[in-house]
């Protein structure tokens, strides 16, 4: 993670807190201040409009915590399944952000229902990851991902969606790692996954 990402991370969360338990007005103030200077931190190096960023990064009340990516790891005959967004154009595990109201399983159930037409069945989570460790691209949010692996029981492939614009299977000596969405998955996260494949009884990896 790039120092600048993480210091502009910390000191937003230093301020959501700070504006969530300090009573004094001048505390609050300084509060703002330090999080008016992180959404600046942000826009400077993403290139990204304030407006947006205070929406996205820094409107949030209470206690912060990390956001939670869940993505579906669903294996057909030693492949695995890949959509490609539309956003970016490139192959991703389907998954997205978590909901409340819905466990981790029931995310990538949904995802997957959403995102590939398929009806899968949770069985195994094979990873949880902090983001940070990864090559993703930076992002306003400190984020964990979680790999959850699924079987298929049924449903018909969807080509494409409002926010997917093909689906394959692919083996991994034929994986597209240069068209990956890199914001969503890395090569070593696909890789880590086919290790659980080649190895049932490989224990969740944790970091």
């Keep these: 993670m790039e120092k600048w990402l993480e210091w502009a991370q910390q000191m937003q969360a230093i301020a959501q807190a700070g504006l969530t338990y300090a009573r004094d007005v001048y505390d609050q103030e300084r509060y703002q201040q330090l999080r008016q200077l992180s959404i600046e931190i942000m826009s400077e190096y993403t290139q990204t409009e304030m407006n947006k960023l205070t929406e996205l990064f820094a409107s949030e009340t209470g206690y912060p915590t990390p956001k939670v990516d869940i993505r579906a790891v669903v294996f057909r005959e030693g492949k695995l399944l890949m959509i490609r967004e539309k956003s970016d154009n490139g192959w991703a595990l389907p998954g997205g952000w978590a909901d409340i109201g819905l466990s981790p399983a029931e995310i990538a159930v949904k995802e997957t229902r959403e995102e590939s037409g398929f009806e899968v069945r949770p069985i195994k989570l094979l990873a949880a990851l902090d983001k940070k460790h990864f090559p993703h691209p930076p992002e306003p949010f400190y984020t964990y991902k979680l790999f959850i692996q699924c079987e298929i029981t049924g449903g018909e492939a969807l080509m494409t969606t409002t926010e997917t614009s093909d689906l394959r299977f692919f083996a991994l000596e034929e994986f597209p790692f240069h068209e990956l969405s890199v914001a969503r998955n890395t090569e ?19 970091n």
């Excluded at 070593?188 to 990896?205: E, T, V």
């Design 188 to 206: 070593s996260q696909i890789r880590m996954m086919f290790d659980h494949l080649s190895d049932p009884k490989k224990a969740p990896d944790f």
